[in-house]
């Protein structure tokens, strides 16, 4: 009955951590993914894989630092796509302002003899000057087989919030190959988690990768198999490159792939509409 033993090693900071997950078939043929070692099995029915993925250690932040006699407030934006900020000091002439900060750079906002004052700030990954013009994306699973769209946009299940409302759900078979929908650059992955389940619980545990258009646009793949990710953040990829394996990991019912095409918003995130593109030219609204 067992098929695999995953060792999943991630590491965050200088420190690691080690998790076995367990992955086999049961009597009805289905995938089980559990981190319980079945009872039922011999040391020689398993083989163990080691699966180590490295996770950024900081996300966006604001400092201040001294550069000889001034103070200087600094906007640090670690990922591999713009981000904008929101600052709120009684320093600042209307006592707050926005500032965008290019993808992995470091920005200098406010420049002062005086000692920098207490300060709140916010973050949103993304440009608001982003602009989507009615590109047609490519359908994001590589495959020879037709795959059934369960939700599409304003779906009532899961797409009447503003990030998904213009999202689609295809139900896929657990492994199906998960493909850029258009090109861009890899701006976050994350293929760690194991489990899924129709739980509030599993709100922020799925898995996906996300990617970046010229536009200034990105794309989220989620619900991906744990530990199938094919790329980094950082990588060029053109439409049709495989990204990942469909998985049901997180807020989730079954196996399937969430796409959906976002961008920042006044310090939101929302999903705008797009069509699909067949590989014949036929455009479609999913």
Same mark, same amino acid.
């Not at 713009?82 to 600052?87: A, G, K, M």
């Not at 973050?123 to 939700?151: C, M, N």
């Not at 199938?228 to 079954?254: C, E, F, I, Q, W």
């Given at each position: 009955?067992?098929?695999?033993? $995953?060792?999943?090693?991630?590491? $965050? ?35 163990? %894989? ?15 630092? *001294? ?15 713009? %981000? ?15 500032? %965008? ?47 059934? $769209? ?17 999202? %689609? ?15 861009? /650059? ?77 961008? *920042?918003?006044?310090?939101?995130? /929302? ?16």
């Amino acid at each position: 009955m067992f098929i695999r033993l $995953i060792v999943l090693t991630l590491l $965050i900071s200088t420190e690691a951590f080690c998790q076995e997950i367990y992955k086999y078939k049961d009597e009805s043929g289905k995938w089980v993914f559990t981190d319980k070692r079945p009872s039922d099995i011999n040391d020689n029915e398993f083989e163990s %894989v080691e699966y180590k993925r490295e996770v950024i250690e900081s996300a966006p932040r604001v400092f201040s630092r *001294n550069a000889g006699r001034m103070n200087i407030l600094v906007a640090d934006n670690p990922y591999h796509a713009p %981000v904008e900020f929101l600052i709120k000091s009684s320093q600042l002439a209307d006592g707050s302002n926005k500032y %965008v900060v290019p993808a992995a750079s470091q920005k200098d906002l406010y420049t002062s003899p005086q000692q920098i004052g207490p300060f709140r700030y916010r973050w949103r990954l993304g440009d608001p000057s982003a602009s989507e013009h009615g590109h047609l994306y490519k359908f994001p699973v590589s495959s020879k087989f037709f795959h059934r $769209i369960t939700q599409g946009f304003n779906g009532s299940f899961s797409h009447s919030k503003r990030p998904n409302i213009y999202a %689609v759900d295809i139900a896929l078979p657990v492994g199906t190959d998960i493909s850029a929908a258009r090109d861009g /650059v890899v701006i976050w992955v994350k293929d760690d988690y194991h489990m899924g389940g129709k739980n509030k619980y599993f709100l922020d545990k799925a898995n996906y990768v996300k990617v970046l258009h010229e536009d200034g646009t990105y794309a989220t793949y989620a619900h991906i198999l744990i530990g199938t990710a094919t790329v980094k953040p950082g990588d060029m990829v053109k439409a049709g490159d495989v990204l990942a394996r469909s998985g049901s990991s997180g807020y989730s019912t079954g196996p399937h792939l969430h796409f959906a095409i976002r961008k *920042n918003v006044g310090l939101k995130t /929302v999903s705008i509409p797009f069509k699909f593109i067949s590989d014949s030219g036929i455009t479609y609204t999913p």
